[in-house]
């Protein structure tokens, strides 16, 4: 539901609620009362200005709606009520928390992501050593092609960046990307429309999105910043810059279901550090997270889910924020960690863990070429930990460019078949089980009736093995291999033995490969 305003009131800027406020005030079909952000768009002080408001129902019913105006932190106006009639749709609604394994919609759908980082769009000049002209080529590396790829071959869920190349909408100029025009303006309108475009994209492709916030341009003279990172997390009219940049996201774009979550910062740990003698305060950055945390879920009326990043370095108190929904970290060169960090981290802190990042290599001025076979293992082995651990959303590969140039996109579909098929049997729950195997790496994990296991041979040699798993559907089973290229199901042998277990004989996995069955 979108709506149009028009007020006449004085400010000095529009866009800093501690000068001047509209909000929406929503008194729901079932008697909550919800409070929606309001945007300026145009018109002058002391003369009529235009403001919109966009609002997404999550129930069906009879609404009431009235408009407050804030000056200097006061109510000075307020609009006469009004009524909506909402009907029921087939439409899923928001995301939300339901176990450490899976979101859901609304509805009650269960959700996993199946997930990439797809971060920003091509730039104008790329500092990669060997893949600067793949970098840059505008033609292919553009929302409106990498998501519609995306999307065709399984994939669900990605990651992406607001910063200064990429979607800078408080940015005035410097971009290194020709999609943005200068402009002097608080909020940059090419900017603006872009984002507006990608929320509809997004929308239109059925996919979600993590929405990276960064930092913004807080050092900006022009829109009153600071100069340093200690005190874009300490100094209150940084604090308050940053709020108002909150305000203004959640009331443009909060109404979409399609933004799963806002994150605040990429890798905080690097931004603490950053080749600094003396890191910033560990103190300060968790107090900035609980206090901007806190206040995105009071003025966000959908309560996306929230979260942060690390790069490698844990934050004191920063995974037990209660108001940081999903903790999260990035793992490179060391894949095969994933599965053990997960299982760690959401068991300590009682609360989701994703890997935002991964990859075989995190150096850019590498020729992955060099090892493009590794790279592309890696690539595959980190979909699969995840589908067996207890994420919501898969790992996300970092280097789209690279795995979509060589057609790895494919690979996504085999994933998302065996993703669905748990969810489905499951209904969103998920019931890990132990497996015996030898020399290989195996993961088991029941959804309804069904058990699904997942081998991995991660020598550089082929030999046979035994698997034995305890029998916890029993009666007839019939066991199905899976192959996530073919997408083809196969029949294959199970042998009962008197000991309460499934066997399965003289299984042969090739060396560094998977292969994957279904019990059922």
């Known amino acids: ?288 997270h609980t206090e901007m945390a806190t206040y995105l879920k009071k003025i966000d009326p959908y309560k996306h889910i929230v979260t942060t990043s690390i790069s490698h370095r844990d934050i004191p108190g920063l995974n037990d924020i209660e108001a940081i929904d999903i903790n999260q970290k990035h793992i490179y060169k060391h894949t095969d960690l994933i599965p053990a960090e997960i299982n760690a981290y959401s068991t300590k802190h009682k609360k989701p863990y994703v890997i935002g990042e991964f990859g075989f290599e995190w150096d850019w001025q590498q020729n992955f070429d060099d090892f493009a076979y590794e790279m592309e293992l890696d690539f595959k082995r980190g979909l699969w930990y995840g589908l067996f651990s207890s994420t919501p959303i898969l790992p996300m590969s970092w280097w789209w460019e690279y795995f979509q140039n060589r057609d790895m996109l494919p690979y996504y579909r085999g994933v998302r078949l065996l993703s669905d098929r748990m969810l489905q049997n499951g209904k969103g729950e998920f019931k890990p089980f132990t497996i015996k195997a030898g020399r290989l790496e195996a993961y088991g994990v029941k959804c309804g009736e069904e058990l699904y296991i997942y081998l991995y041979n991660p020598e550089n040699k082929v030999f046979s093995s035994t698997v034995e798993i305890l029998d916890i559907i029993g009666d007839k089973k019939q066991i199905q291999s899976f192959d996530p290229v073919t997408l083809k199901y196969q029949v294959e042998e199970l042998k009962d033995n008197l000991n309460g277990k499934i066997v399965l004989k003289d299984l042969f996995v090739g060396s560094k490969k998977e292969k994957l069955y279904i019990i059922k």
């Open 1 to 288: 539901m979108d709506f149009v305003i028009k007020l006449k009131s004085t400010w000095e800027n529009p866009y800093l609620q501690e000068d001047i406020k509209l909000d929406m005030e929503i008194y729901t079909a079932s008697g909550q009362v919800l409070l929606q952000p309001c945007y300026y768009v145009k018109g002058q002080s002391g003369d009529i200005s235009e403001w919109n408001a966009r609002f997404s129902p999550r129930q069906h019913g009879n609404y009431h709606f009235k408009f407050v105006l804030s000056k200097n932190g006061n109510i000075v106006a307020t609009s006469r009520k009004f009524d909506a009639q909402v009907r029921a749709t087939a439409e899923k609604g928001f995301l939300s928390l339901k176990n450490n394994w899976s979101l859901q919609f609304d509805n009650g759908t269960p959700f996993r992501g199946i997930a990439e980082n797809i971060c920003w769009e091509s730039r104008q000049n790329d500092d990669s050593k060997y893949y600067s002209e793949l970098h840059q080529n505008a033609a292919i590396y553009n929302y409106d092609r990498m998501l519609p790829e995306f999307a065709e071959n399984g994939g669900n869920f990605f990651r992406t960046w607001i910063c200064s190349w990429n979607l800078p909408i408080d940015f005035q100029d410097g971009y290194n990307n020709d999609r943005y025009q200068p402009d002097s303006a608080h909020f940059n309108p090419s900017a603006l429309r872009r984002l507006d475009h990608l929320v509809e994209l997004a929308d239109s492709l059925d996919l979600y999105m993590m929405l990276t916030l960064g930092m913004g341009n807080f050092r900006s003279d022009n829109i009153g910043g600071v100069k340093t990172t200690d005190e874009f997390f300490a100094a209150k009219e940084a604090k308050l810059l940053y709020k108002n940049r909150l305000r203004y996201i959640v009331s443009r774009w909060g109404y979409s279901p399609h933004i799963a979550m806002w994150e605040f910062l990429n890798e905080v740990d690097n931004i603490q550090f950053n080749g600094r003698e003396d890191p910033i305060s560990s103190k300060a950055i968790v107090e900035w």
